[in-house]
């Protein structure tokens, strides 16, 4: 199982701008594709961004298209989470998500992944 520690949460004002990274421990990052969910309060965990292994193909859920980028790192085996335009609304723990090894693509659902990070909190003020 893949260790996977999320960094850079933080509170931050509407429309502002916050950088998450996710270290992963395994040797063969580069095998695995990536993503991130959030779990805002009263809900559950939502699909917010996925990589696929060579970082070429990336997915997004419709409520941050545009605003979130994803992208990684495999000498540095790290993933990372661009949030611009922040809304009250993604306010929410974020969760690295490993995925299957050799996965060709990456998928949407919390089963299309098997390791996940503890979670790092992102608080947006109106």
């Known amino acids: 199982q893949v260790q996977l520690v999320e960094f850079g949460g933080g509170l931050v004002q509407a429309g502002g701008s916050l950088r998450l990274s996710c270290a992963a421990s395994t040797r063969t990052f580069s095998n695995y594709p990536m993503g991130w969910f959030r779990q805002a309060p009263g809900k559950e965990r939502e699909f917010v961004a996925a990589i696929n292994r060579s970082g070429g193909s990336t997915y997004y859920a419709d409520s941050v298209k545009g605003r979130f980028t994803i992208s990684r790192d495999n000498a540095k085996k790290t993933v990372y989470l661009q949030m611009n335009s922040l809304k009250p609304e993604d306010t929410a723990v974020y969760y690295c998500?490993?995925?299957?090894?050799?996965?060709?693509?990456?998928?949407?659902?919390?089963?299309?992944?098997?390791?996940w990070g503890l979670g790092t909190q992102v608080t947006v003020s109106a």
């Open positions: 998500a490993g995925g299957h090894f050799g996965a060709a693509s990456p998928g949407t659902r919390e089963a299309d992944f098997a390791s």
